[in-house]
T-cell receptor
Framework: AQSVAQPEDQVNVAEGNPLTVKCTYSVSGNPYLFWYVQYPNRGLQFLLKYITGDNLVKGSYGFEAEFNKSQTSFHLKKPSALVSDSALYFCAVRDNDDYKLSFGAGTTVTVRA | DGGITQSPKYLFRKEGQNVTLSCEQNLNHDAMYWYRQDPGQGLRLIYYSQIVNDFQKGDIAEGYSVSREKKESFPLTVTSAQKNPTAFYLC????????????FGAGTRLSVL
């Protein structure tokens, strides 16, 4: 069975500071990893994905994520956070053999001006 | 929210009543999904459909039913057997089953009167 953990319910940062949202995963095979963002009362928007290749993945809105196989992590990062980055962020995973996605519980990011 | 339309945005259910949530997509996607979102629990898969006239139970299908008579439509019925229906419901689609990036609608918030 596959699973995702987002250990922090909330992350608070000041505008202009680096932002990190943590994600660890468990799969039986090779992982397919995703980050999505959700604004209040809206659907999820895709940010970035890791399938194979370079461990550092760049995505939308200046976000990037680093795949670390030994630590089974896929943390989301942004070098300089904006107030408009305040939202709910979800990490998701699937493995080779199961096309269903498993989502983490989500991390609420608040960026203060 | 791309080409996925969910309606209504808000829905209220009386005890013992069945209600149907609409999901329509104009993306020509084969696969469609229904998720339930509760605070602090992430997204849980209710039903999915790989192709028209086919659908499968997800992780929490009890108390729900679906149909997939047309490629563009995947309605979800919340039956009276679902004792705790209050949640945010999200519909998603992918070009093909197993194609990774899911596109989401804006969601329907269901409450019990």
């Amino acid at each position: 069975a596959q699973s995702v953990a987002q250990p922090e319910d909330q992350v608070n940062v000041a505008e202009g500071n680096p932002l990190t949202v943590k994600c660890t995963y468990s799969v039986s095979g090779n992982p397919y990893l995703f980050w999505y963002v959700q604004y209040p009362n809206r659907g999820l928007q895709f940010l970035l994905k890791y399938i194979t290749g370079d461990n550092l993945v760049k995505g939308s809105y200046g976000f990037e994520a680093e795949f670390n196989k030994s630590q089974t992590s896929f943390h989301l990062k942004k070098p300089s956070a904006l107030v408009s980055d305040s939202a709910l962020y979800f990490c998701a995973v699937r493995d080779n053999d199961d096309y269903k996605l498993s989502f983490g519980a989500g991390t609420t990011v608040t960026v203060r001006a | 929210d791309g080409g996925i339309t969910q309606s209504p945005k808000y829905l209220f259910r009386k005890e013992g009543q069945n209600v149907t949530l609409s999901c329509e997509q104009n993306l020509n996607h084969d696969a469609m999904y229904w998720y339930r979102q509760d605070p602090g629990q992430g997204l849980r898969l209710i039903y999915y459909s790989q192709i028209v006239n086919d659908f499968q139970k997800g992780d929490i299908a009890e108390g729900y039913s679906v149909s997939r008579e047309k490629k563009e439509s995947f309605p979800l019925t919340v039956t009276s057997a679902q004792k705790n229906p209050t949640a945010f419901y999200l519909c998603a689609s992918t070009p093909e089953w197993g194609k990774n990036i899911q596109y989401f609608g804006a969601g329907t918030r269901l409450s019990v009167l």
